[in-house]
């Protein structure tokens, strides 16, 4: 599976943006899918995952009411829809796919990884 990530931005804090990934491969529809970023100086961190059905999603508590996972499987994409952002969601976010993951919030137990799209939210 290679991932394709786009969407990012520069956007003024409590406003919104989509970033969306893009999947090649026909069997996407198998895998878990997620996000995860990396701000600059901090640790890379989980930020929300879907099953491979849509019907299970996972967020860490930062973003959660704000931030919403979603995957069209019949375009092969994820998507995460950002609202009220903050300076703080600013990142490098990266989309990742496993067959057997959903939800971990180990970026070591994903195999695959998309290139990252810049977020930067500003005060």
């Known amino acids: 599976v290679q991932l394709q990530a786009s969407g990012g931005g520069l956007v003024q804090a409590g406003g919104s943006l989509t970033l969306s990934c893009a999947a090649s491969?026909?069997?996407?529809?198998?895998?878990?899918m997620g996000w995860f970023r990396q701000a600059p100086g901090k640790e890379r961190e989980f930020v929300a995952g879907?099953?491979?059905?849509?019907?299970?999603?996972y967020y860490t508590s930062s973003v959660k009411g704000r931030f919403t996972i979603s995957r069209d499987n019949a375009k092969n994409t994820v998507y995460l829809q950002m609202n009220s952002l903050k300076p703080e969601d600013t990142a490098v976010y990266y989309c990742?796919?496993?067959?057997?993951?959903?939800?971990?919030?180990?970026?070591?137990?994903?195999?695959?990884w998309g290139q990252g799209t810049l977020v930067t939210v500003s005060s």
């Open positions: 990742v796919a496993d067959e057997t993951v959903v939800g971990g919030i180990r970026g070591e137990l994903y195999d695959y």
């Open positions: 491969g026909r069997t996407f529809s198998r895998y878990g």
């Open positions: 879907i099953n491979w059905s849509g019907d299970s999603t």
